[in-house]
């Protein structure tokens, strides 16, 4: 049961990489690969302050702010200087690892006997309740906000950006710099992911990020799915729907290791899983037509 | 309301694949006119339209709108003036968002897109008025994504959604090239209704010669990037269909 439980709080702290994956991916139609950098980037910056004895609470909005630094690098290298959004991503990623093992000073920062924000905060007596029960408030704001701001009027010319370019700039949109703060917006996200897994599993690693973005894709691809399978057109189910997908996505991964797949496998595994779930509807579309 | 000096626009400037779409275009276009542009393919009718949207910026010369000097403007900066409906009806609405957010965003077109959410009751009720004027039965279905309508629809709304905010000068660049007659006929006459009550100055690009025959108040003819007919009202009026089909002879 336990095993589970720690699936559904990792689903929970990746919640953020969903959401981030779904602005670049569904909103703006950026495949943004920043993720791997900026979310190892956000668990850089919480490890080396939370060493240094800043409090957790000061440490999220610069997490937040580094994350943000990293994405708008990338939209600034691919509006204006008109460079592939891959490439751009890719190239952000790369330079990240250096950032990180030079902030990091090694490869690997340890947080024992470090105060988190799931010890500074006490809500139940079982660490794994008291964490799920943090995580959960955590999350539930994160989609109120990014819900929120999808609504306004703001929101429908970032949704309008990635859907239909010329519309949105004869409607007096400045597109460049929409994407750029919409890549900003979701590595920000994201390296609040890195924020909160490090303190979950205790240390920051250089390569924790290493194929992350799948996790962000299979969430949103899971959602997608079910978005399609319902048609639902509300923005908030569709939110809630991205966060079902990290979790769900995670509960996958644990129950593959459950029984039996061999660990060394588990990129492996993630990756026919998440090919599957992106080829489900083509395949059963071809049967039935 | 619009003036375009000596406009030059040259692609691909001294490579192999160089092309000259415009070459010194003077061109007065007053307020509340109709102007049709007609022409063959290649004769820089879209470059010089997109040069007034601000989409292209041009190689030489100057272009005012309403008395300002915009020639160095990026389009998204002129939509202040200018409402635009495309040749492909895809390109005027986002196809995944609701009738009701690209009406929104049609409505802010001159403003700030802010963070309060601008959608309500009255705004909703608003939109249903305008868009039951086309009398497509399009006003009960403002929660649909715009990508389930048909060409024809999307071009209309386009057109409704030029006019959601204060608007100046309309552009429309082929707008009935994809659409069945009857779809292009409600298109051209919603147009003409439009630019008589708002008095918007609109310029009309087509290779509908019966449009470019009906609609408007004053016809031009381009070849090789440059103008080589321009008829006014009187002489617009006094010409017959056939003497239009006779320019391409």
Redesign the interface.
Known sequence: MDFYLTALLQGLCFSGIALGIYISMKIFNIPDITTDGSYTFGATVTAVLLTHHFPAFIILPIVIAAGALAGSVTGIIHTKLNINPLLAGILVMTALFSVNLTLMGRSNIPLLNVSSIFSLINISGDPNHNTFWILLFFVVIVTLIIG??L????G??M??TG??E??????????DRMKIIGLALANALTATSGYLMTQFQGFADINMGIGIVIVGLGSVIIAESLINWFKI?SVWLSLVLVLSGAVIFQIVLAVTLSIGVDANLLKLVTAAFVLLIVSLPRLSFKSSA | MIDLKSIHKTFNKGKANQVDAIRGVNLSIAEKEFLVIVGSNGSGKTTLLNLIAGAILPSSGTVYIDGNDVTKLPDYKRSEWIARVFQNPLSGTAPDLSILDNFRLAAIRTKAKGLSIGINDPFKKSVKEKIAMLGMGLENKIEQPMGTLSGGQRQALTLLMSIMDSCKVLLLDEPTAALDPRSADVVMRTADKLTTEFGLTTILITHNLKEAFTYGNRIIQMAEGKIIKDLNKQDKASLKQNDIFDWFG
Do not use: E, Q
Request: charged share 15%; hydrophobic share 45%; net charge positive.
């Open positions: 929120y701001l609504k306004t009027d703001f429908i010319a949704r309008a859907n239909s010329s519309m949105v700039r004869a409607l007096g949109v400045n597109t057109t």
